[in-house]
Each structure stands twice: as structure tokens, then as C-alpha cells.
């Protein structure tokens, strides 16, 4: 809250908002009024490690979206005047560009998008430890496809949601695998970890299909229940309607 003028007391007024000051040197009674300062800092994360390279029917893998989607949300928070900043999370260490709100920072944080490749496995603890350290409020907007080999994604959050405040999660799925589009025989490699999965894709489908909507469900109770405002995104669907969609969901404009 910021202080915006003086206006004189009236009956019913709540008397906590007196300036006792003022009503001693005047003989009169005023209460401060205040406006919200509605801007925000908002951190941008984004999970590069190699599972988002995985390829959905239209060409497009999780990280081409994760990017584009990223950047809409930086532009359109800059269009506010709110301060962006973004942190990619690279098993190796992180890629941190700090909060701005200057005329040069969407520049900068299309740059380290544009620029940034998927590796690896998602970072250890340690790793991530810079990003809980700080204390500062914030909206933390997390883009991954949340494959982790514990809870160390959501770990992490449930973190940030302590030390920054509200988190959105955005979870990337592409369409052939909410779908499971393959058929016959297939060979999967795991991207992080290079194992190799031969199955027959049509005897599989029910089971699969049984498991993932089970996945999905307790994956989006988990993150509901820790506080975090959760949305499943389809790659496969054009980015305007996905952005148009997400923001008529959450009732603002960021």
C-alpha cells in the first residue's frame, strides 16, 4: 500500500486510518488514504533438462513451447510494468537473469530462451539452493513437464511457495503422449537416463492410458493441495488459444 492523499473524518470511519499527528497540530480530523501498487516481480522458471526435448506429431518439442509461452508471459508482464526475471534450470548450475522491470530485459530474457538447450537430468538440491535462499515476493511461473525421479520438482516449489509466495505451475504434455498415438511395435528411450523400452503400442494402450489419467490426477491433487495454481497444457494446441484459455481461467491479466 502507498499513500495517496488526506480526506477529512467522517462518522463511521474506521479510526485506525487517523493521523493522530495531523489532528494535534490542526484541531481537525484526517484519515490517510492509500492505493494498492498493483505491480508485481515475477520469476519465470523454466526446466531444461532432457526430457523437455521430447517431439510432439506437430514438430514442436516441450522446450519450443515452454520458450514461446515463457516469452508471451514475460511480454505481457512487462506490458504492465511488472519486473521479470527468469531462471533456467540446467542440471549443471543455473541460467538466472534477476527481476527488471527496465526497457532492456525482455530483450535479454528472449535471448537466454532462444539461446538455451535441454540436457541432463533435472538439478540436485544443491543446486537449486541459490533459488530458496532469497526472501522476496514474488509469482514464480514454473514450465515443466514434471518428470522427476523423486519429488524434487515439487520440492522445490513447495519451497518457493514459502519463501516467495503464490506459485503457477504450467505442466507440458504433449499430445501423443496424452493420446499414446503409436502403434505396433515401438522402441522408447528414456531421454534422461538412455534406457530402451520395447513394447507392441496397441497391446499397451489400455494400460497405458489407465496409468498416465491416474498420473495426471494425483500429480494435479498434490500440486492443488501444496498451494500451487496448477494447469495442464497441451503442446499440440495453438499457443494464442492456450494463452487466451489460461488467462480467462485465472481472472487477471499478468
Known amino acids: 500500500m502507498e499513500f495517496s492523499q488526506y480526506r477529512p473524518y467522517q462518522p463511521g470511519d474506521d479510526l485506525r486510518r487517523l493521523d493522530w499527528r495531523l489532528a494535534a497540530r490542526s484541531d481537525r480530523y484526517y484519515l490517510r488514504e492509500s492505493e494498492v501498487d498493483t505491480s508485481l516481480t515475477v520469476?519465470?522458471?523454466l526446466d531444461a533438462s532432457a526430457s523437455m526435448n521430447h517431439r510432439d506429431n506437430n514438430?514442436?518439442?516441450k522446450l519450443d513451447y515452454a520458450r514461446l509461452l515463457l516469452a508471451a508471459l514475460a511480454y505481457l508482464a512487462t506490458q504492465q510494468g511488472d519486473a521479470v526475471g527468469l531462471t533456467i534450470l540446467h542440471p549443471t548450475g543455473l541460467q538466472h537473469l534477476p527481476p527488471r522491470a527496465d526497457t532492456r530485459q525482455l530483450s535479454r530474457l528472449y535471448h537466454a530462451l532462444e539461446t538455451t538447450e535441454a540436457a541432463g537430468r533435472f538439478p540436485a538440491v544443491e543446486t537449486l539452493a541459490p533459488l530458496t535462499a532469497r526472501r522476496q515476493r514474488a509469482l514464480t511461473v514454473c514450465v515443466s513437464d514434471l518428470y522427476e525421479d523423486g519429488s524434487e520438482i515439487n520440492s522445490?516449489?513447495?519451497?518457493?511457495?514459502?519463501?516467495?509466495g503464490e506459485v503457477l505451475?504450467?505442466?507440458?504434455?504433449?499430445?501423443?503422449?496424452?493420446?499414446?498415438?503409436?502403434?505396433?511395435a515401438v522402441t522408447?528411450?528414456?531421454?534422461?537416463?538412455?534406457?530402451?523400452?520395447q513394447i507392441d503400442a496397441d497391446q499397451q494402450r489400455p494400460a497405458y492410458q489407465r496409468q498416465l489419467e491416474q498420473w495426471l490426477q494425483d500429480t494435479a491433487q498434490t500440486a492443488r493441495r501444496r498451494g500451487f495454481d496448477y494447469h495442464l497444457l497441451d503442446t499440440s494446441q495453438p499457443l494464442d488459444g492456450t494463452m487466451r484459455e489460461f488467462l480467462r481461467r485465472r481472472s487477471l491479466t499478468i
Open 188 to 197: 522408447f528411450k528414456d531421454l534422461e537416463t538412455g534406457q530402451m523400452l
Open 169 to 184: 505451475l504450467l505442466h507440458l504434455m504433449a499430445q501423443n503422449e496424452l493420446q499414446f498415438s503409436y502403434q505396433g
Open 156 to 164: 522445490l516449489l513447495t519451497r518457493l511457495r514459502a519463501t516467495s
Open 43 to 45: 520469476h519465470l522458471l
Open 59 to 61: 514438430g514442436f518439442t
